[in-house]
C-alpha cells in the first residue's frame, strides 16, 4: 500500500477462501504461467537471459524470475525494509545494506536475486 502498510491482495484472499475450502486457480507471480505469458509478449527473439524482473518482494518477484529462469534486481527499501533494516540513511546512500541481512532474508524466503538496489526512481 502507499502508506507501507500490508493491504488484502488477491493472494492472500485465494489463501483464505482455500483454507475455507473453495477451489483456487493462481496466477500472478510467483507462477511460472505469469512469467511465461510476459516472454510470448516480449517476444521470441528476445532470450530469457537478456530478461531482468525487477520487484521488492522475494516471495513473489525474486522466486519468480528464479523459477522461470530470468536474472532479477530486488528493491531492498521495499515491502521487505523492515526486515532488512533499511533506513532513510540506505535509501540516500550514505549507509551500505547489511549483507549478512539480506543473506539472512534469501535463505528465510528460499530466493536469491541476481543484483540488489536500494531503491529504484522511475
Known amino acids: 500500500m502507499p502508506d ?4 488484502y491482495m ?3 484472499l485465494a489463501k483464505k477462501y ?5 477451489r483456487v486457480r493462481y496466477f500472478g507471480k ?3 504461467a505469469a512469467f511465461d505469458a510476459c516472454m510470448r509478449v516480449i517476444g521470441s527473439d528476445v532470450p530469457r537471459s537478456r530478461v531482468l524482473h525487477v520487484g521488492d518482494s522475494l516471495v513473489h518477484d525474486i522466486a519468480g ?3 522461470a529462469g530470468v ?3 530486488f528493491i531492498a527499501a521495499g515491502i521487505h525494509a523492515d526486515e532488512i533494516g533499511v533506513t532513510p540513511a540506505h ?3 550514505d549507509e551500505q545494506i547489511s549483507l549478512q541481512a539480506l543473506h539472512h532474508m534469501y535463505q528465510e524466503y528460499d530466493a536469491k536475486p541476481t543484483h540488489v538496489a536500494c531503491s529504484f526512481e522511475w
Open 18 to 22: 482455500e483454507e475455507l475450502g473453495g
Open 30 to 32: 510467483p507462477h511460472s
Open 91 to 93: 535509501i540516500a546512500g
Open 4 to 7: 507501507g502498510k500490508r493491504g
Open 10 to 12: 488477491p493472494g492472500l
Open 65 to 67: 524470475a528464479n523459477r
Open 71 to 73: 536474472d532479477s534486481l
